[in-house]
């Protein structure tokens, strides 16, 4: 375990970019504006061709606190560990370049795991369309989860997560297009590590038409390789859990 001097930020909040232009306003907004400031926000652009980097600069100018790179293109896991190993911050917390925080996030999110002492937490979310605009739903958490528990149920919003490297160590992302994010957490999990559930929504998940998450079907392939590579579940158990992985994402969109 490493062992994070004071003089570093307490947080570091990864952010991946890639032609995110029209989005990383609210996004970087929502991290200045949080109640807790002892953070760092990193953000790698991976070979944008919208403006992203550029915009992500003018953004950065006079905040001593915003780390930025760009890079060639080289798809969203390598750009969130080039991001995680820029972090200096004993805690990682996740945001997607598309989606925003609550003013509060940050701060009542430590509050939970300093007073629990905890290595893994994740947040319910509300959704947001394209535009911002709020959709009557919210996205509960399905309580704290082992991982067996996770292994049937993708529940975990990656802009949610807060993880302590103090407590579960280092955190490399699998190379998967769509659900590197799902293989992060079951990698921790498999530690004997559980991810403990917020109930209250701090995160707004902006639901996109055009975003990769929204390819359900390669989403969908891509954690049917998680299964079967990563954690090398036999045929049946990977059918199994893949069965309660598509029942509960059903179950979470209606």
């Known amino acids: 375990m490493n062992t994070y001097s004071s003089s570093f930020p307490t947080i570091s909040v990864i952010i991946p970019c890639y032609n995110m232009r029209r989005f990383i306003f609210d996004s ?14 990193i953000l790698v652009d991976d070979g944008s061709t919208d403006g992203t980097y550029e915009t992500i600069k003018s953004l950065a100018e006079g905040d001593y606190r915003i780390k930025h790179a760009a890079k060639a293109h080289s798809g969203i896991a390598d750009t969130r560990n080039q991001c995680i190993q820029m972090a200096q911050g004993r805690y990682l917390a996740f945001l997607d370049a598309d989606d925003y925080w609550y003013h509060c996030k ?40 082992t991982y067996n528990d996770y292994l049937h149920n993708t529940i975990i919003g990656c802009s949610t997560v ?31 590590y559980k991810a403990y559930a ?36 036999p045929l049946a158990d990977a059918m199994d859990c893949f069965a309660s992985y ?5 179950k979470k969109r209606l």
Request: with cysteine; aromatic share 12%.
């Open 106 to 145: 940050l701060e009542y999110q430590l509050e939970f795991m300093r007073e629990q002492n905890l290595g893994f937490s994740y947040t319910s979310y509300n959704c947001v369309n394209e535009d911002g605009d709020a959709i009557v739903k919210i996205v509960k958490t399905a309580g704290d989860l």
């Open 198 to 233: 917020i109930e209250k929504p701090l995160t707004y998940y902006r639901i996109r038409s055009r975003s990769a998450s929204s390819n359900k079907l390669q989403a969908s392939a891509d954690l049917w390789k998680v299964y079967r590579e990563q954690e090398k579940l």
């Open 246 to 250: 598509a029942f509960n994402a059903i």
């Open 28 to 41: 970087m907004r929502s991290v200045v504006r949080q109640t807790f400031a002892d953070w760092e926000m």
């Open 162 to 192: 807060m993880i302590d490297r103090d407590k579960v160590g280092n955190v490399v992302v699998p190379n998967f297009r769509t659900s590197e994010d799902s293989a992060t957490w079951l990698k921790i999990l498999k530690r004997g």
